[in-house]
């Protein structure tokens, strides 16, 4: 495997693959690899012979007072999972590769689909994750990528970006990868103490109590979300949001949408965990 930090390097190799001939996937990720990330690296590895990793801590897309110098980096680790895991190249660029005039003033910015779920609470972020990403894609120009399930709703920001943006690219979702019991696999779930970690997969649980609520005929979804939220708070969880919505528009779900995703966001200690699960309805 071969660890590039620079641009011009990684468009070298790539132009190199293209010139023989070979398929190219690419996996965005943060680092602190766990075996979520690497089941996106097999899922690329089923469509293409070349896989790339990136591994950056994108400023833009943190808020103030968010935990970017915190964010847990761990190049080292993540190279030798990567090596093992038959990676041809991780890309791990500095700040000012990615942002080579400093301050950046080229935005790419998904409307409405941003204002929901976490778009309302980190405001700013899917623009920062929206623009690092097609920087991303311009440098690597893969044929394929893959995103977790886990960002439902930055994998429907970045499918509608590379739609409208016209990026030749096949923007494939991954499942979400669990713990045993039942946790959805996150970097963050390092910062959580042992009695929160122990308490963590209740989110997820309490996302399943609702789709039973909602498959049972549950239709106000409003009183649903605070019954749940209420629920989660009396565990120790500080709530963001408990949201069932439509799983296109991302919009609070009406009782004739067919289609839905139940979302959490919460604070748990330190951290603050995401989980959804989506669910579809019979026609009316
Ligand atoms: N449990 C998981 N299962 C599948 N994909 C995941 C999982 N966790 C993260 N991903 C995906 O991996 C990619 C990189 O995510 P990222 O590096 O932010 O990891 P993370 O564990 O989600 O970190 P954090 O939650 O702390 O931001 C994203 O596409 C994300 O959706
Ligand atoms: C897609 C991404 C790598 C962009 O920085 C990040 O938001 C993430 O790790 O999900
Ligand atoms: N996986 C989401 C990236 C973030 O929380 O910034």
């Not at 950046?104 to 778009?119: F, K, P, S």
């Not at 429907?156 to 991954?174: C, D, K, N, S, W």
């Not at 919009?251 to 839905?260: G, T």
Request: charged share 25%; with cysteine.
């Amino acid at each position: 495997m071969e660890q590039l930090h620079g641009v011009a390097e990684v468009r070298e190799r790539v132009a190199q693959w293209r010139h023989e001939g070979h398929t190219i996937g690419l996996v965005p990720t943060m680092g602190n690899l766990h075996d979520g990330h690497l089941s996106l690296v097999r899922e690329a590895r089923r469509h293409c012979d070349r896989v790339v990793v990136s591994i950056f801590v994108n400023p833009t897309q943190f808020g103030p007072g968010e935990d970017f110098d915190a964010y847990p980096r761990t190049l080292d680790a993540d190279a030798a999972r990567l090596r093992e895991a038959g990676v041809e190249v991780l890309f791990a660029p500095t700040v000012e590769a990615m942002y080579p005039l400093g301050a950046n003033r080229t935005w790419v910015d998904v409307d409405a689909l941003g204002d929901y779920l976490c778009g309302a609470d980190r405001p700013g972020h899917f623009r920062g994750v929206a623009t690092v990403v097609s920087k991303l894609f311009n440098i690597v120009q893969p044929d394929v990528a893959v995103f977790g399930e886990k960002d439902f709703q930055q994998l429907a920001i970045l499918r509608r970006m590379a739609a409208e943006l016209l990026f030749p690219i096949r923007l494939i979702g991954a499942p979400t990868a669990r713990e045993a019991d039942g946790l959805a696999m996150s970097s963050r779930n390092g910062f959580l103490t042992e009695t929160e970690r122990a308490r963590a997969p209740l989110l997820q649980q309490h996302l399943q109590d609702a789709r039973r609520a909602v498959e049972q005929g549950e239709r106000d979804y409003r009183a649903l979300e605070k019954r749940i939220a209420v629920s989660l708070a009396e565990h120790g969880f500080d709530v963001d949001y408990v949201t069932v919505a439509n799983a296109t528009t991302l919009a609070p779900a009406a009782s004739e949408d067919r289609e839905l995703v139940i979302a959490a966001a919460a604070r748990l200690g330190r951290p603050r965990l995401i989980d959804n699960l989506t669910l579809s309805l019979p026609a009316a």
